[in-house]
């Protein structure tokens, strides 16, 4: 094993090889992260009307979309949570039930 870690040839092919691989990876069109446009259709990038602003190159970290994007969220789970609490008080009395 000492003498294929020592050998100048092997390794220098060694090398190349990993070189023209990690070439091939890098610059074939195929990009290593997805675009925004594809986080944002997959729910990643998440925002009011985010798909918009990402097509239009728009910014979509400023303060006015997260104060937005926070209170639609608010919003939202009020009224999840006053969904839930009304059903629960509208089912019967487990005593009713027997």
Request: aromatic share 6%; hydrophobic share 35%; net charge positive.
């Amino acid at each position: 094993m000492h003498r294929l870690v020592n050998d100048v040839v092997l390794y220098r092919f060694l090398l190349r090889r990993a070189a023209s691989r990690i070439n091939v990876k890098l610059f074939n069109g195929n990009p290593q992260r997805p675009t925004r446009e594809t986080l944002a259709s997959r729910n990643i990038l998440r925002g009011v009307g985010v798909s918009r602003q990402v097509s239009e190159g728009q910014y979509i970290g400023g303060q006015a979309s997260v104060r937005i994007y926070e209170s639609s969220e608010s919003i939202r789970r009020r009224m999840t949570e006053t969904a839930v609490r009304k059903s629960l008080i509208d089912r019967p009395d487990p005593l009713e039930l027997s």
